[in-house]
């Protein structure tokens, strides 16, 4: 059967954004894939050698637009490491707060964006309608729905609002109510097991080499979770599970997913009740150091990392932005080999793309 | 007093009143322009023209009815689906009768946009398939009578169709063709990809369709909907052969093309499937015919399993068979909305290798039934 | 045939079948077009398809940035736009309305185009954003297009950055009181 | 600009008064085990802070060095590759992972300012591949032996390096 190019368009409702997945197939299975990005790549690099630092905290925010609350608390982390501050013991919970919950957001518009394209609507809209309680508590922390501003270099914005732990306490236990049920929607349905169980393999060793982190990571094996392995902000005193599972298939990454939610909101309930007094923010000095920084952070689509080098002045001198998709993407040709056509739009959901931080 | 002779009734009077005219024309004016009137008049009222002109106002009447019908059907796809997931559904369009006015705002709207055929695209290829495609299921719904007397082929004293439901099943079968048609002629990769896709779809789940419809002629003893009906007097066919049944709602199911079968049309790499290139009301036609073939999927359900129109008389007969034909259609839309996709080799492993088994079984039960005597 | 519409019935006769289609088309034409039966038709016709047109827009399912998430909020139950008859669409083929969510890259500028002129022709554009709109905070970018009405005739602006879902259904509504206001009939266009 | 080492608190925690059973803390072993392969290739290894080391490498050294920790001194990971810009040179960063003892080296190799080219790791870590096309689309570092080095975010038909500091965009 003649060889022929596939192209997934720029402009596709599978594409969560804009990259193009151009798939070389063999009558019905995949042969060969190149994917195409870029088309969203708005220099961010360059922007912020000519903001402060306090500037750039916005821009890292429209990085990922999913887990913005994640991208600026690393640049935060980045600069802090920099400029050597010890950040106040209630900034550091309020943080774990704000990026669990942001967590848990992420992953819901995940499970959304994964069911709409298996062609579940009813999947999509009951997350997209749980995930608002979420984008409220947010906002009533930070004030926006999507990209909040709330991490500052040496803290937090500001303090919580009055009753915000009763509010997250009473989402929690909704939350894991939700959870419970969309576990049986999605793993009642036979069809979505056939669509997911045995799709698009992913071996530890492959996983490891190619650079994947995350989710996708955890799905095959490798318990690797910087939350546990090296704990930033307030994550040394909260005691969790890292979610694993050893198959490495679509079905293991949405399961993997699924159970980091559960973590969560163990995560908040605990950080909730531990939640110190006290100061919430140190006044970070205008001009940073001359050397490098570099901080680390569990995103909720894999490992996130930036190196920032200061040159004395109060404008970074290069930052640099490590994306998880991106190396997830370089990895797609080896997932979709001698997979079929149809389950290009499972794998490729289950990789949880998000093309904003992926172009920069 | 069925609808053949109630549109004949209507005619006969209309073609009385004009014709005296013809002849109050033709006895004033001199003697050769009158004879020409007279003429007029006495073919108007011959039986011929009759019979011709009551059969065009009875399939008016009947295509009237069923596009009601559709136009509800749409509703409820909308509506059901704002049910299931949660949200209101058309609401703002037709404010106070709950959004019904919504698919005649999208019908009209796509009647008025520019209608754009691809340069490259076959042009007669490209024109003819929503024709046919519309034709076609057009016609299924003429054979389909809701009740003894309301309904084409079974109001004239000879029966118009012959076998009226064989015909409603070869009409249902024109479509794939029509698809490979739009899918090729549009000139676009994907389109011919998706149309391949859908042909073969419907080709696969033709075949236990007709199993399952054919234990049912095994049954009645005949190929008219009238005698079908009647024979399921005592009990419903969907009873001894249950297995059919269901075999007959999944074949539906992916004839129709609705999510769990969604395949051509929303899959990864084909946009829309066949009817990307297709727009304004060409895709106006594509969007009905949907609708319009469920409905004659669900009418079809009805009048083979579920005993048309026989019900208790406190409803007249059209209503009982309409509301088989909403349930069955309800049924249908609540499989969809919480059901995701099937990828196209399961969905063709399902199609060959479980329900035709199960067609043939269900041949079988029928068979055994029928040489039993008790039906 | 040289003589242009108004031909006799007599002349009909003699055209070879061509000429004879050209020649209905071109009576046809004039006679909706420019003679007084067309502007009948639009006096009687044209505040039922305007209603038509306000009420099922259609938008292209194409998401660039952070407002299409707030885009895919909007049709989701808790901001429902489908009240409305505001259905997202994939194929360009069959929308009314290009909704552009995000910073368009300079990769990105001739796709967009292209997906502007595959739209049938009653079609609006809606700059969601502030990236839409003027570049948003990538305004200075080296790679970004300042704005989608450089490439694209805009007609609805909404501001915010994203911009929240009930601003983009507000925005809708705008769109149709302008259809609305701006009723041209079909035929004759007046 | 100054040397790029840190200069204020990196002495507090020296290594010496860490109790020095070998796992107990791998930062100094594996620098130990990098000096003695690497005599002149790698200087001035040191520990900023646990869980991360820096360590400056030759650029001809750069592939044997980053072969060895993965082989032997158990790096499985690249996390980042960064390109930085200075005055006279420029300097490619590697951060490299290890899942098993939780570190992260950053390997720093210098280059002169008018020929910037590294031999490519993408060989050794799949990971580095579209790291490397990055840094050479944005920064215009020339990696030998890339399988292939094109641009990628940039359209192909672009002839600048938008992160160089002499592009004003």
């Known amino acids: 059967m003649a060889e022929m190019w596939i192209n997934m368009g720029p402009q596709h409702p599978m594409t969560h954004g804009l990259w193009n997945l151009r798939v070389k197939v063999d009558g019905e299975t995949i042969v060969d894939a190149v994917p195409e990005v870029g088309y969203l790549h708005r220099g961010i690099e360059k922007l912020c050698e000519g903001k402060t630092y306090t500037q750039v905290i916005p821009i890292t925010d429209r990085l990922c637009y999913g887990s913005s609350m994640t991208w600026s608390h690393l640049y935060c982390t980045t600069v802090e490491d920099l400029m050597d501050l010890e950040v106040p013991e209630r900034a550091r919970y309020i943080r774990v707060v704000a990026i669990e919950m942001q967590r848990i957001a992420s992953h819901l518009m995940w499970l959304a964006a994964y069911a709409g394209d298996l062609g579940m609507s009813v999947g999509f809209t009951y997350t997209m309608r749980d995930r608002e309680v979420f984008v409220d508590l947010l906002q009533a922390l930070t004030g926006a729905r999507l990209t909040y501003n709330y991490p500052r270099i040496g803290g937090v914005a500001h303090d919580l609002p009055p009753n915000f732990e009763r509010d997250t306490m009473r989402a929690l236990k909704y939350m894991e109510m939700r959870l419970q049920e969309y576990e049986d929607l999605f793993e009642g349905s036979k069809i979505f097991m056939m669509r997911n169980v045995g799709i698009g393999i992913l071996r530890s060793d492959d996983a490891v080499n190619l650079g994947i982190t995350g989710p996708s990571l955890r799905a095959s094996g490798v318990s690797y979770d910087l939350r546990k392995d090296r704990p930033y902000e307030a994550y040394e005193d909260m005691d969790f599970k890292v979610a694993t599972h050893k198959d490495g298939d679509c079905y293991a990454r949405y399961r993997v997913r699924m159970d980091e939610m559960w973590e969560s909101c163990k995560i908040i309930r605990q950080a909730i009740q531990k939640m110190p007094s006290g100061k919430w923010r140190v006044v970070a000095p205008r001009n940073g150091p001359v050397g490098t920084g570099f901080g680390r952070v569990e995103d909720p689509r894999g490992e996130g990392t930036m190196y920032v080098v200061g040159d004395g002045s109060d404008k970074p001198y290069r930052l640099k932005i490590r994306s998880p998709i991106f190396v997830t993407v370089s990895a797609a040709p080896t997932i979709l080999v001698g997979y079929k056509v149809a389950d290009v739009v499972a794998i490729m959901g289950g990789l949880d793309m998000c093309i904003g931080e992926n172009d920069r | 007093m069925n609808l053949y002779e109630f549109c004949y009734g209507i005619l006969h009077w209309l073609v009385d009143l004009v014709n005296n005219l013809w002849y109050w024309l033709g006895d004033t004016l001199p003697w050769y322009f009158g004879d020409f009137f007279t003429a007029v008049g006495d073919f108007a009222a011959s039986s011929g023209h009759l019979q011709f002109m009551t059969l065009l106002l009875e399939s008016l009447v009947i295509i009237i009815v069923a596009l009601i019908n559709v136009l509800n059907f749409l509703w409820i796809f909308r509506k059901l689906s704002g049910r299931i997931l949660d949200f209101y559904g058309p609401y703002y369009v037709g404010y106070r009768i709950g959004g019904w006015l919504q698919n005649l705002a999208d019908g009209m709207k796509l009647f008025i946009k520019e209608i754009i055929v691809p340069a490259k695209a076959d042009k007669t290829g490209f024109v003819l398939a929503p024709v046919i495609f519309v034709g076609s299921s057009l016609l299924i719904l003429a054979t389909i009578p809701l009740s003894e007397n309301f309904g084409l082929s079974t109001s004239r004293d000879g029966g118009g169709v012959p076998a009226p439901a064989l015909f409603a099943l070869a009409m249902f079968a024109i479509a794939p063709f029509t698809i490979l048609l739009a899918g090729w002629s549009s000139n676009n990769k994907y389109t011919l990809i998706g149309g391949m896709r859908s042909a073969a779809q419907m080709m696969s789940y033709e075949i236990p369709l007709i199993l399952c419809v054919a234990s049912v002629f095994l049954l009645a003893g005949s190929f008219d909907f009238v005698d079908i009906v009647a024979a399921q007097h005592d009990i419903w066919f969907a009873i001894p052969l249950f297995?059919?049944?269901?075999?007959?709602?999944?074949?539906?199911?992916?004839?129709?093309?609705?999510?769990?079968?969604?395949?051509?049309?929303?899959?990864?790499?084909?946009?829309?499937?066949?009817?990307?290139?297709?727009?304004?009301?060409?895709?106006?036609?594509?969007?009905?015919?949907?609708?319009?073939?469920?409905?004659?999927?669900?009418?079809?359900?009805?009048?083979?399993?579920?005993?048309?129109?026989?019900?208790?008389?406190?409803?007249?007969?059209?209503?009982?068979?309409?509301?088989?034909?909403?349930?069955?259609?309800?049924?249908?839309?609540?499989?969809?909305?919480?059901?995701?996709?099937?990828?196209?080799?399961?969905?063709?492993?399902?199609?060959?290798?479980?329900?035709?088994?199960?067609?043939?079984?269900?041949?079988?039960?029928?068979?055994?039934?029928?040489?039993?005597?008790?039906f | 045939m040289k003589d242009k519409g108004g031909a006799t019935a007599g002349q009909a006769l003699m055209f070879r079948s061509k000429d004879f289609l050209k020649w209905s088309d071109e009576t046809m034409e004039y006679l909706l077009r420019k003679s007084p039966v067309g502007a009948g038709i639009d006096l009687v016709t044209k505040d039922f398809f305007n209603w038509a047109t306000r009420n099922s827009l259609y938008f292209l399912h194409f998401g660039i940035m952070c407002c299409a998430l707030e885009m895919a909020v909007a049709s989701a139950p808790r901001f429902d736009q489908q009240r409305f008859g505001i259905i997202p669409r994939s194929s360009p083929r069959q929308c009314d309305i290009l909704l552009v969510n995000g910073p368009v890259s300079k990769k990105l500028k001739p796709a967009l185009r292209r997906l502007y002129d595959q739209m049938p022709e009653p079609k609006w554009v809606v700059a969601m954003g502030e990236c839409a709109i003027s570049g948003g905070p990538f305004y200075n970018s080296y790679s970004v297009v300042p704005g989608v009405d450089q490439f694209i005739p805009v007609d609805v602006y909404i501001p915010g950055c994203p911009a929240r879902p009930e601003a983009l259904i507000d925005g809708f509504l705008k769109l149709q009181k302008m259809i609305k206001e701006n009723k041209k009939g079909l035929l004759t266009g007046r | 600009m100054s040397e790029g080492g840190r200069a204020n608190s990196a002495g507090a925690r020296d290594m010496e008064t860490a109790p020095s059973r070998i796992d107990a803390n791998p930062e100094d072993r594996v620098l130990r085990a990098l000096a003695e392969t690497f005599p002149k290739g790698v200087s001035d290894g040191e520990k900023v802070r646990p869980g991360l080391i820096r360590a400056r490498v030759d650029r001809a050294e750069l592939y044997s060095a980053c072969r060895t920790l993965r082989d032997s001194l158990g790096f499985e990971h690249i996390s980042m590759i960064s390109a930085v810009e200075y005055d006279n040179r420029f300097e490619v960063v590697y951060h490299i992972s290890s899942y098993g003892?939780?570190?992260?080296?950053?390997?720093?190799?210098?280059?002169?300012?008018?020929?910037?080219?590294?031999?490519?790791?993408?060989?050794?870590?799949?990971?580095?591949?579209?790291?490397?096309?990055?840094?050479?689309?944005?920064?215009?570092?020339v990696f030998k032996n890339h399988p292939k080095l094109e641009r990628i975010l940039l359209p192909k038909d672009v002839m600048y390096h938008p992160l160089r500091k002499d592009f004003k965009g």
């Open chain 2, 243 to 374: 297995i059919g049944f269901i075999v007959f709602l999944v074949c539906l199911i992916a004839e129709v093309e609705i999510i769990p079968f969604d395949l051509p049309e929303a899959e990864a790499e084909l946009v829309e499937g066949w009817t990307t290139e297709y727009g304004g009301m060409r895709f106006g036609l594509f969007y009905m015919t949907t609708a319009v073939r469920s409905y004659a999927g669900g009418a079809l359900a009805t009048a083979l399993f579920l005993g048309g129109w026989q019900g208790p008389a406190i409803i007249p007969d059209e209503i009982w068979f309409l509301i088989k034909a909403y349930i069955v259609y309800v049924v249908f839309m609540w499989l969809t909305w919480s059901v995701p996709r099937v990828r196209i080799d399961q969905m063709l492993k399902l199609g060959w290798r479980r329900l035709l088994p199960l067609a043939m079984l269900n041949l079988l039960i029928a068979a055994a039934l029928k040489t039993m005597g008790w």
């Open chain 4, 101 to 141: 003892s939780r570190l992260v080296i950053e390997l720093i190799a210098s280059t002169p300012k008018d020929d910037p080219s590294v031999d490519s790791v993408s060989s050794i870590w799949g990971g580095a591949n579209w790291q490397e096309r990055e840094a050479y689309d944005l920064m215009g570092i």
